[in-house]
């Protein structure tokens, strides 16, 4: 059974920062590129940043510079270091590991980030 499990979102002031986890079971993890996405409320999910099974990284325009994305393949668990919050980062935030070669993709079930003094 595939499972990812995020932790670490919460209220925060504008300029804080937060970290994301996602904790990985049921994959070769190494194998998955990892991805976070984050839906607002009326908005679509977009990508805010994608690590690939090699380790390359790929950000959203918007979060450039503020957020990392990062991987460790011994805890099968996915990271997101989020720097100089803004509002407009509020969001729930979802865990994504894609395959594409194997036609995989499992979600997590989101954690909420909010951004507010």
């Known amino acids: 059974q595939v499972q990812l499990v995020e932790s670490g979102g919460g209220l925060v002031q504008p300029g804080g920062s937060l970290r994301l986890s996602c904790a990985a079971s049921?994959?070769?993890?190494?194998?998955?590129?990892m991805g976070w996405y984050r839906q607002a409320p009326g908005k679509q999910r977009e990508l805010v940043a994608i690590i690939t099974s090699g380790g390359t990284t790929k950000y959203a325009e918007s979060v450039k510079g503020r957020f990392t994305i990062s991987r460790d393949s011994a805890k099968k668990t996915t990271y997101l270091q989020m720097n100089s919050l803004k509002p407009e980062d509020a969001a729930v935030y979802y865990c994504?590991?894609?395959?594409?070669?194997?036609?995989?993709?499992?979600w997590g079930q989101g954690t909420q980030v909010t951004v507010s003094s």
């Open positions: 994504n590991a894609n395959y594409n070669l194997g036609g995989l993709d499992y």
């Open positions: 049921g994959i070769i993890f190494s194998i998955y590129a």
